[in-house]
């Protein structure tokens, strides 16, 4: 009879597609990775995975035994947590991949509630604002601020983006306020970080706008400190400096314009198959927390009427 363990190994490189990536997640060495993978393709008398240089596929025979035995292994879950009095209980141990800011900001402060909730549960949360091959590097799930693309991930927005232009109190007593965009080329804008161009949308649809300005800098930090010391006019996300509006630190300009629509914050996971519940229940979590409206920019109020314009 095959081992259990055997198959628990493939279901994790099938998932991971890299052996490091599993055996990490597992907690053991690449070497008993393979081993177990040989002694399964052995008992079975097929090959199961495709190796490359860099990625490791399902072969026909794999694939279709990957579909099966997912659903054993799932079943035997379920089961074991029936009889255990845990069918509720989500255990185990999540990985997470978040930009720097947004975790800091709207992931960290809110897992003490989660995993009180659920306290069998550990969490791995890592923090970078470079996109991580969640599949490569062995994460459950990612969360990314991006105009999503086509990709073999399954991706579920959490809550749009709002991105607009503000500046401090007293860089607007100073400079004055800007009432179209063609001003802003007499003001002092403070570039994104990766140096891409301002990508808005006005009374006249979108388009794109590359501010100038005395400051550049690789860090999306620095522009935010330097927004709030009123060093210039910047596109800021209300994720990252609702508190500042509410308090007046910052106010809105030209609210008639805004940055692209179509950039989200998005739950990003390997496969809508078989979903652990560990990662729904994340998820979910998530979608409730920020909702239609995301509380940073809820005050009691609309957002209109609790950011004072200029």
């Known amino acids: 009879m095959t081992n259990l363990g055997d198959l628990e190994i493939f279901i994790k490189v099938a998932v991971t597609g890299n052996m490091s990536a599993a055996a990490r997640s597992l907690g053991i060495s690449p070497a008993v990775v393979s081993k177990h993978i040989k002694r399964l393709e052995e008992q079975l008398g097929t090959r199961l995975l495709q190796r490359t240089t860099r990625q490791i596929g399902l072969t026909d025979a794999g694939r279709g035994f990957y579909d099966r035995v997912a659903n054993v292994l799932t ?35 809110h897992l003490t509630t989660f995993m009180r909730a659920h306290p069998l549960l550990s969490i791995e949360l890592m923090l970078s604002d470079d996109f991580a091959d969640i599949i490569a590097e062995g994460y459950d799930v990612a969360i990314r601020i991006s105009e999503l693309k086509d990709s073999s991930l399954v991706a579920r927005k959490l809550v749009q983006v709002r991105r607009i232009l503000c500046a401090s109190p007293s860089y607007i007593d100073r400079f004055g306020i800007p009432e179209k965009i063609e001003d802003l080329a007499n003001h002092h804008c403070l570039a994104p970080h990766n140096g891409e161009p301002w990508r808005l949308e006005g009374p006249r649809g979108p388009f794109v706008y590359r501010p ?9 930090e620095v522009v935010r400190e330097a927004v709030i010391a009123g060093l210039g006019i910047a596109l800021r996300s209300t994720w990252d400096i609702g508190n500042e509006l509410k308090e007046g630190r910052l106010v809105r300009v030209m609210p008639e314009y805004e940055g692209s629509r179509n950039v989200s914050v998005s739950a990003v996971y390997p496969s809508r198959q078989h979903l652990p519940p560990k990662i729904r229940v994340f998820i979910e979590y998530l979608a409730e927390l920020y909702g239609s409206v995301p509380y940073w920019e809820r005050h009691g109020q609309t957002s209109s009427e609790a950011w004072q314009d200029y």
């Open 75 to 109: 079943g035997i879950e379920e089961a074991e947590q029936f009889v255990s009095g845990k069918s509720t209980e989500i255990v185990g141990t999540l990985r997470i991949s978040a930009p720097t800011s947004f975790g800091r900001l709207h992931i960290a402060p």
């Open 212 to 220: 100038a300005g005395r400051l550049k800098t690789n860090s999306s």
